[in-house]
């Protein structure tokens, strides 16, 4: 499904529904309507500011049609996300399967989604003029369960060579870090609609193993398209653009629709997203063997592809 991401980035904000539609209303004596945007054309609500309001019947309507409302924390981060508790027909069906999965079934999973991520962040270097060499090496490496954590290898060698050997990956930094931490929510928020709408669970993970974390299948599933964000961010602070503004996010927002080479065509990430979560879903049913992962493939320019709302 290709949709609108919003973000409610003002305090002063409060959000309503009315006759299908998301009213967004500015707080004080004289209430003013700023907007309103079809729900049936959002795919994630983003609340990025502290002082907003916003009525549980539009919660409600949100979780009845499987779109994530996202709370973002300090610097960006995603605190906590509202979702449905039924996103599937089959859902019981595949929560079942989900769990009964076989060890040796959920590491040749991880292994396949450890290599997708170093191919995509060999492709990053490889489009920049970086060496790339030292990430796609390290894809051969790469056996079921990823044993020997090559992707953390990976990582360790992926920021040094993007960013440079002074830069550190730190959720509580600015600048490049907090343009990371804000692209990873939007990413965060479009996989987890699509975890919900094949029907997985999205606490019951693969790898990412930590009790705290109810989103854990999320996170797993993510790790293809980080390297999108990351490409994103590299060219943001080639330009200078190190804060967190109107601009900088429409940027990150639209990586959603960039675009990435697939066995059936071109499709944008908020499309791959999905397919790669059903994929999931019937290999454990039975149903397929083969992971859906997209191709390599890094886009150069940047621009805004569709209208999304950031206020």
Not at 62 to 76: Q, T
Not at 111 to 140: E, F, M, N, R
Not at 172 to 186: E, K, M, R, S, W
Request: aromatic share 6%.
């Amino acid at each position: 499904m290709i949709g609108r991401i919003v973000e409610i980035a003002d305090n002063k904000r409060h959000l309503f529904l009315l006759r299908g539609f998301i009213i967004v209303q500015q707080h004080g004596d004289n209430l003013q309507e700023l907007g309103r945007i079809p729900i049936d054309d959002v795919i994630a609500v983003i609340a990025n500011a502290h002082g907003i309001t916003y009525t549980n019947n539009l919660l409600v309507a949100l979780a009845e049609r499987g779109i994530p409302f996202v709370l973002c924390g300090a610097n960006h981060n995603t605190a906590g996300m509202l979702v449905p508790i039924g996103g599937h027909h089959l859902q019981a069906k595949r929560f079942d399967a989900q769990i009964a999965a076989s060890q040796p079934t959920i590491k040749r999973i991880w292994a396949d989604i450890v290599k997708a991520k170093l191919q995509q962040q060999s492709a990053v270097l490889a489009t920049l003029g970086k060496p790339d060499i030292p990430l796609s090496a390290l894809v051969k490496k790469v056996k079921s369960g990823d044993p020997d954590n090559i992707e953390a290898q990976g990582a360790r060698r992926y920021w040094t060579l993007l960013f440079g050997a002074t830069f550190r990956r730190d959720q509580n930094d600015d600048g490049i870090n907090a343009l990371l931490n804000y692209g990873y929510t939007v990413l965060r928020a479009t996989t987890a609609r699509s975890v919900i709408a094949a029907g997985l669970h999205p606490t019951i993970g693969l790898h990412h193993c930590n009790e705290g974390n109810p989103m854990r299948i999320v996170d797993d599933l993510m790790e293809p398209f980080r390297p999108m964000i990351d490409y994103r961010v590299w060219q943001l602070a080639s330009q200078g653009k190190f804060e967190i503004n109107a601009e900088t996010k429409r940027v990150l927002i639209n990586t959603m629709y960039d675009d990435m080479q697939t066995s059936s065509g071109i499709s944008p990430v908020m499309v791959c997203t999905p397919k790669l979560a059903t994929s999931l879903a019937k290999i454990f049913l039975g149903e397929e063997k083969k992971l859906f992962i997209p191709n390599p493939k890094i886009p150069t320019e940047i621009g805004v592809l569709v209208e999304n709302e950031v206020d």
